[in-house]
């Protein structure tokens, strides 16, 4: 139930085009759901977050939609750039843990 | 730059050895975590302090020796590793075990 499953493992879109990665959990006493982004060589850093009494929040070409009822939310990254190629975590926070996805690996081609 | 300073950045290791990992962060949290990055297990907490108490050990084997002298400074002692100990070490820092924390670069371990 602490368990956030995170799909697809890996994903590679064509530059311009929109990235989407995807995540599902169980536990309803979740309270945060941050997104990471970690490039080679460096540590996760936060990209967007949301709560859940909220359905979407954008920040530039980054968005997260999260869904109550069906337990799920997304990162859509739109426009996406070379630059964005990175690996993405999900995570989900309560009663002072956070709990992670296992990680997408995003190659954008030129 | 990183308010979550880790160092060795790299650090090649026999069985034997005993080495330690360091890590400073200048944020002004008081809680601090080691984390295991490796292609099996991509983020796999396995220590957490909080003001200078450990709140949190995930059933980390006894070779792995976690220090926090203070909450700036956190430690990872290491000794007699297996080669499957070989991964990416993040430390991380956070306000009292908030929902928003700060990963430093890591360091690299090899175990030969």
């Known amino acids: 139930q602490q368990q956030v499953k995170q799909s697809p493992q890996s994903l590679i879109v064509q530059k311009g085009g929109i990235s989407i990665i995807n995540c599902a959990y169980e536990?309803?006493?979740?309270?945060?759901f941050p997104w990471y982004q970690q490039f080679p060589g460096k540590g996760p850093a936060l990209l967007i977050a949301?709560?859940?009494d909220v359905s979407e929040k954008k920040e530039g070409r980054f968005t997260i939609s999260f869904n109550k009822s069906a337990k799920q939310f997304s990162l859509h990254i739109m426009d996406s750039q070379p630059g964005d190629s990175a690996t993405y975590f999900c995570?989900?926070?309560?009663?002072?843990?956070?709990?992670w996805g296992a990680g997408t690996k995003l190659i954008i081609k030129p | 730059e990183t308010g979550v300073t880790q160092t060795p950045r790299h650090l090649v290791m026999g069985m034997t050895n005993k080495k330690s990992l360091k890590c400073e962060q200048h944020?002004?949290?008081?809680?601090m975590y080691w984390y295991k990055q490796s292609a099996k297990k991509p983020l796999e907490l396995m220590f957490v302090?909080?003001?200078?108490?450990?709140?949190e050990n995930n059933s980390v084997p006894s070779r792995f020796s976690p220090e926090c002298p203070n909450s700036s400074h956190l430690f990872l002692h290491l000794h007699t590793l297996q080669p499957e100990d070989s991964a990416l070490y993040l430390c991380a820092s956070s306000r009292s075990t908030g929902n928003t924390i700060y990963f430093g670069e890591g360091s690299w371990l090899t175990v030969v």
């Open positions: 949301i709560r859940p």
């Open positions: 944020l002004g949290h008081n809680a």
């Open positions: 302090y909080n003001f200078k108490e450990q709140t």
């Open positions: 995570a989900a926070y309560s009663n002072y843990q956070l709990i």
């Open positions: 536990n309803t006493a979740f309270d945060y």
